[in-house]
């Protein structure tokens, strides 16, 4: 009984370091949603947690998916902490990420 008693301990501990290395691995970012991104939302702005490392590419990925099929056939360029970016960049922890739709005009 001791020894399963060890074992155990010996496992929870493994675990829990497992889960604060994944928990300092994420990282927060803001999204701000404007036009058809807002609308495919109903928000003005998410907070989403990624793991560290993660890029633009990625997150419009995971926004795409998350729309459930409203942003599919719109293009988006990207702007991160209010400048527009060039392709696929890597984010960091606190960036603020917008997704902006073509101008509508009228």
């Known amino acids: ?3 399963k008693t060890h074992n155990e301990g010996k496992y929870y501990f493994i675990f829990s370091l497992l889960s604060v290395a994944l928990w300092f691995n994420q ?11 807002k609308y495919a939302f109903g928000k003005d702005e998410l907070e ?3 793991e560290a490392g993660a890029s633009t590419f990625e997150l419009e990925k995971m926004i795409r998916k998350k729309a459930k ?4 056939d719109i293009s988006l360029r990207v702007a991160v902490n209010q ?6 960049t890597e984010l960091m922890d606190g ?3 917008v997704f902006i739709p073509p101008v509508q005009g009228g």
């Open 95 to 97: 960036d603020e990420v």
């Open 69 to 72: 099929g409203k942003l599919d």
């Open 27 to 37: 990282m927060k970012i803001k999204i701000k949603c404007f036009s058809q991104v």
């Open 83 to 88: 400048k527009y970016i060039p392709n696929d």
């Open 1 to 3: 009984r001791i020894y």
């Open 48 to 50: 989403m947690e990624l």
